[in-house]
């Protein structure tokens, strides 16, 4: 039945909105309708407010490989009491040519002499955690002794200590572990060469024993976790307008990301210095997490990988800058090696590159981005060279287009008008606006046509002050309002098969841009409403549409989806106004229900309230059983409140 005759249908058997109650909700649990994608809900991951080298990438030494334009910053000389020298950056006969610039310490007292790196914003130490320290070192004149390796709190006090010694004359990797007897978030790291001589360190780097996986030079685990929670159905890397650059020479060029950490050219972020408002003069990308690492991690998340790649333009608030149509082949290459990266056998030369780093089983790369934001008659020129050479070669591939940086804009009427004639396979929308756009805009999607392209709703979030606005906060009527636009992308989950709140992940004291999903110091993280929104989307996704009619709510917001497996339905609705509101649900074609339900609830008293590193769940889901489930039941749900309903059914035959 069309879901208009079904409404009308509905309606009768309901009746007007009874008097007494706020809303009538009916849920046609008997005709469920398309199948939820596994992608639906995933997450998006850009190296902004210092999400991978700061954040998730959990080398703790800022500027290793004294390659920064300015090759000491995050450096400084470091005496020791009694100590005397000096500190060189130099480039004769450096370790790795690609990584030509080193230090050169030279001690000229007996208590030694050496340099301290005061790491991002700081170096977490967690008392009770080991820390591996590794360096390239030689001593060219072989007379210097020993390493000694500090962590040290700002007033000085030493949290873990760590000797290395027998260096020689050529280039060697020494590594020590360091215990920590302390917890500090801003402690610093000394690397002091002990009595007269010299010595020249390069890759000076320091790790958590303990990071994701437990993987040696990983990932932060508890960042990961906070992703691992949110059970993803893809990730997009590695963003975001870094994808672009300012200009094409910071473009993103995932070949310069894999094999040893030393060839993995470092370039500027081009978040440095996009805001004024907000400088990172020390925002560098070392590429520590590359493209394999991104792969590796979507595997272990079980989410999709979803590579996005530069398509021969420069980031259009910036430069612009275009690769000529005719010069466009090598970036078409990159695409096309890229899949064979991921997928192709370990005989093939991508395949072997995937193969070298450990992992000989394809990733499955079924997705892949054309650009990021881009718009114009320039992208449409360029997608379409990279969209044919693309299926050719792998007709199964999903193409991700941009339909630009606005939700209803010309550009985006021009991207969608091609896009759509071109048959694209899925477009990416980007919506930052205030909460009363999300609010107004959850029947986006009923409009779309069904016959045409996907939706990918790639980047979006409600911004309590004004888009990219240094003040916006992660307010509880954000996170409703987007959890409210959410209910329409599952309700059109035939239209829309991906979504995804940007950006990820925001460092407290190196952030660019805000709002973010998730926010972290050193050595601490917390999720913001938003993040609990997600969450509970994703964790109960279901795998179809359940038609729903709502009456009487005036914005109040439901959807409703069928799991399978578990025989749940599943209810979401969202209250974003200041009263309770009651509401009559009939669960239409039940013969019968589990009369408790479980439900989990994210609600705040006030609108403006928000999560912080010192009350990470002053706004947070809680679970809790309901009893009185009937095929008719009523339901009160709180102000301020997304509530998630799990009601075991049986269908009438
Ligand atoms: O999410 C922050 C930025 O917003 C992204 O890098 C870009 O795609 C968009 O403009």
Redesign the pocket.
């Known amino acids: 039945m069309a879901v208009a005759a079904l409404a009308a249908s509905l309606l009768h058997a309901v009746g007007a909105p009874n008097a007494n109650l706020n809303v009538n909700l009916v849920v046609d649990v008997k005709h469920p309708g398309a199948p939820i994608s596994p992608t639906m809900w995933g997450v998006?991951f850009?190296d902004?407010n210092f999400g991978a080298d700061g954040g998730l990438y959990a080398e703790l030494v800022k500027n290793r490989s004294f390659e920064f334009p300015n090759p000491m910053m995050g450096w400084s000389e470091w005496a020791p009491t009694g100590g005397a020298g000096s500190v060189a950056i130099r480039d004769q006969e450096p370790f790795s040519a690609a990584n030509p610039h080193y230090l050169r310490i030279t001690s000229t007292a007996e208590a030694g002499f050496g340099a301290a790196n005061e790491g991002f914003r700081g170096i977490g130490v967690r008392q009770g955690e080991n820390y591996l320290f590794s360096v390239q070192v030689r001593t060219p004149e072989g007379k210097a002794k020993s390493l000694r390796v500090e962590l040290a709190g700002p007033d000085g006090k030493v949290l873990a200590t760590a000797r290395i010694s027998g260096l020689t004359t050529d280039w060697q990797p020494q590594t020590a572990s360091l215990a920590a007897v302390g917890t500090e978030a801003k402690a610093h790291l000394n690397v002091i060469l002990e009595g007269a001589g010299n010595a020249d360190l390069d890759m000076v780097s320091l790790f958590p024993q303990h990071t994701w996986k437990n993987r040696p030079g990983g990932l932060r685990a508890d960042l990961v976790q906070m992703l691992a929670d949110l059970k993803p159905g893809f990730m997009r890397f590695p963003?975001?307008?870094?994808?672009?650059g300012h200009y094409l020479t910071n473009r993103y060029q995932w070949k310069n990301t894999l094999g040893p950490l030393d060839q993995r050219k470092l370039i500027m972020n081009r978040?440095n210095d996009e805001f004024k408002h907000r400088p990172a003069p020390d925002y560098y990308q070392s590429f520590g997490l590359g493209f394999f690492e991104f792969f590796q991690l979507c595997e272990d998340l079980g989410a999709e990988p979803l590579p996005i790649l530069n398509c021969g333009m420069a980031?259009q608030?910036n430069s612009g800058e275009l690769v000529p149509l005719d010069q466009l082949d090598p970036y078409i290459q990159d695409a096309l090696d890229l899949v064979e990266f991921a997928n192709g056998a370990a005989s093939t030369p991508w395949g072997a590159r995937r193969a070298a780093a450990g992992h000989p089983a394809p990733f499955h790369l079924k997705l892949l981005g054309v650009g990021?934001?881009q718009w114009g008659p320039q992208y449409i020129e360029r997608y379409v060279r990279f969209a044919k050479a693309l299926h050719d070669r792998y007709p199964e591939l999903q193409l991700i287009s941009s339909a630009g940086?606005g939700p209803a804009d010309q550009n985006f009427r021009f991207a969608w008008s091609c896009l759509r004639q071109l048959n694209a396979d899925i477009i990416d929308e980007?919506c930052?606006a205030a909460p009363s756009w999300f609010l107004d805009n959850d029947s986006r999607y009923d409009r779309y046509d069904r016959k045409g392209p996907k939706v990918f709703m790639?980047?979006y979030?409600a911004q309590s002050s004004g888009t990219?606005k240094p003040d916006n906060t992660n307010t509880l009527e954000c996170a409703l309002a987007e959890a409210a636009y959410m209910t329409g992308l599952e309700r059109n989950a035939d239209v829309v098969r991906m979504s995804s709140y940007?950006?990820l992940f925001g460092h407290v004291d190196g952030w660019q841009?805000t709002p973010n999903l998730i926010w972290c110091d050193n050595l601490r993280v917390y999720g913001t409403p938003n993040y609990f929104a997600q969450q509970l989307f994703s964790r109960n996704r279901g795998d179809r549409i359940l038609p729903t009619v709502l009456l009487g709510g005036k914005r109040f917001y439901a959807s409703a989806v069928l799991d399978e497996r578990a025989g749940e339905v599943i209810l979401k609705v969202v209250n974003p106004g200041s009263m309770p509101v009651s509401a009559a649900i009939k669960l239409a074609g039940v013969s019968r229900v589990s009369p408790s339900g479980r439900q989990f609830e994210l609600a705040g008293k006030r609108p403006g309230d928000f999560n912080s590193l010192e009350a990470p769940n002053q706004v947070a889901t809680v679970p809790s059983l309901f009893e009185g489930v009937a095929p008719d039941f009523n339901h009160t749900f709180n102000p301020y409140s997304f509530t998630v309903l799990r009601i075991e059914v049986k269908t009438r035959p």
Not at 239 to 244: D, S, T
């Open positions: 998006f850009e902004i963003g975001g307008c870094i994808v672009e978040w980031c608030f990021n934001e940086p980007h930052y790639g980047e979030a990219a940007a950006p841009w």
